[in-house]
């Protein structure tokens, strides 16, 4: 056996293999694009590399792909095997194994409440705390953050090699839960200790964008640009951050060239990577930008997985695009999509019942909120779509846009009154309730 450089004991002989699956830990957490080779390294040097097959397992759920299903169970076959070889493997593997056995099954909470449970006397245990942080991430779920990452901080020893990126998550909780002071004293803490940890920059950048700190937000993006450029396509979404820093300034010009240039340079069918296209796309169009015929090309991946509601979060950004362009055929499929997701069992069916079919009707003009108290429920639903509160903004305001349309000038300033609680106000928003006046007017 052998306790990993990040603190997970695996039952490993292969000094090989431990070199490089350290490597694909660090990879992880500073989301590089190394993860897929360090593993295959891995599982080269030592086939029965259990946590190496476990985090395969979790990489293919965390993408968020109905094809991606399959090799996800068959990682968890292969773990199991592999724990059988070698005696039933270690106790931290047993819950690795356990956790992804809950995840492929479409539970990702029970996922992290295992890990968080199964590793509360060992925090420090840094690869299955970032799996559990990633997996209540794509829930919503910042209060599990924020108490998996506050009993990891607390417990962190001085020695500790992911100290940075324990602090980095937990920066991010934190912010998430609008503890901003707090946020940004943990987050500038991790980079100094770890400059490698993109998701401490990326917390920090958080703050300042929720506050409508600017050019504080620019500045720290820009100066730190070397660290978040190595990433994978984590720094299409750092740039995301960048240009939405730009739009509340007004500098058009260069918002189109971030978005070109850094958040979409690739046409890649990643629901995150679309995240960052079609939200920024969908703020520049109500911001009076003509974007010209880049919504076609995220419309045309949007459509090809018009089928795919394994995320609700990444169904209703396709459902966005295709919406943009006019495509009634593809929006009213992806509707029905998520309608029937909605009878299902598992964590996002019941996301979908709650948030995302009524969200769903809405961006697609097919339904307005019917009353006050259906607004207020919405918006307080909406953290359970995942992601973080700067991306669900989008939602709030395609929502406020959507009430506002109606005339509905209070009811927009609801809206706005609820968002105020973690963002400043900014001018996309007051821009919103200017033309749902207008509207009232008319």
Not at 253 to 271: A, G, K, M, N, W
Not at 299 to 305: G, K, N, P, T
Not at 364 to 374: E, F, I, S, T
Request: glycine content about 8%; proline content about 2%.
């Amino acid at each position: 056996m052998k306790r990993d450089a990040y603190g997970l004991m695996t039952s490993t002989d292969s000094h090989e293999a431990q070199r490089a699956f350290e490597s694909a830990v660090f990879g992880l957490a500073a989301h590089r694009p190394n993860v897929g080779t360090a593993l295959q390294t891995t599982l080269t040097a030592d086939p029965d590399h259990v946590a190496g097959h476990a985090l395969k397992g979790f990489a293919n759920l965390i993408l968020a792909k109905s094809e991606l299903t399959a090799p996800a169970a068959a990682a968890f076959q292969d773990a199991r095997a592999a724990m059988a070889s070698k005696d039933g493997g270690t106790g931290d593997e047993r819950i690795l194994v356990k956790a992804l056995d809950a995840a492929v099954n479409g539970s990702f909470a029970h996922a992290a409440e295992l890990l968080d449970h199964g590793f509360e006397d060992r925090s420090a245990a840094f690869l299955p705390f970032k799996i559990s942080h990633a997996l209540r991430f794509m829930l919503g779920d910042a209060a599990g953050m924020l108490g998996a990452s506050t009993r990891a901080v607390d417990r962190l020893g001085s020695g500790t090699p992911a100290a940075g990126f324990f602090l980095g998550c937990h920066a991010f909780s934190l912010e998430e839960h609008g503890y901003y002071d707090e946020a940004l004293a943990a987050g500038q803490r991790a980079v100094s200790l770890q400059p490698d940890d993109s998701w401490g920059l990326h917390a920090v950048s958080h703050v300042f964008e929720m506050r409508g700190d600017t050019a504080e937000g620019i500045d720290w993006l820009e100066n730190s640009r070397k660290a978040w450029s190595r990433c994978n396509n984590f720094s299409f979404h750092m740039a995301w951050h960048l240009a939405l820093l730009h739009l509340e300034r007004g500098d058009h010009d260069r918002v189109l060239q971030i978005y070109d240039d850094e958040v979409r340079p690739q046409q890649t069918d990643d629901f995150r990577d679309m995240a960052n296209a079609v939200s920024l796309l969908w703020r520049m169009e109500q911001s009076g930008i003509h974007v010209g015929s880049r919504w076609m090309e995220a419309a045309e991946v949007a459509y090809r997985r018009r089928t795919d509601t394994t995320l609700i979060f990444a169904a209703l950004h396709n459902l966005a695009a295709m919406v943009a362009v006019g495509d009634r055929r593809g929006v009213e499929e992806l509707v029905a999509q998520i309608d029937a997701k909605a009878m299902g069992t598992d964590d996002q069916a019941r996301i979908a019942a709650e948030i995302g079919a009524p969200m769903a009707r809405i961006l697609a003009g097919l339904d307005a909120p019917a009353d006050r108290r259906v607004l207020e429920k919405m918006v307080a639903n909406l953290p359970k779509i995942g992601g973080s509160n700067a991306q669900r903004d989008f939602f709030v305001l395609a929502l406020a846009k959507a009430v506002g349309g109606g005339g509905d000038n209070a009811g927009v300033s609801r809206i706005g009154q609820i968002r105020q609680r973690l963002k400043a106000e900014d001018r996309l928003f007051r821009s919103i309730e200017y033309s749902s006046g207008m509207a009232l007017s008319a």
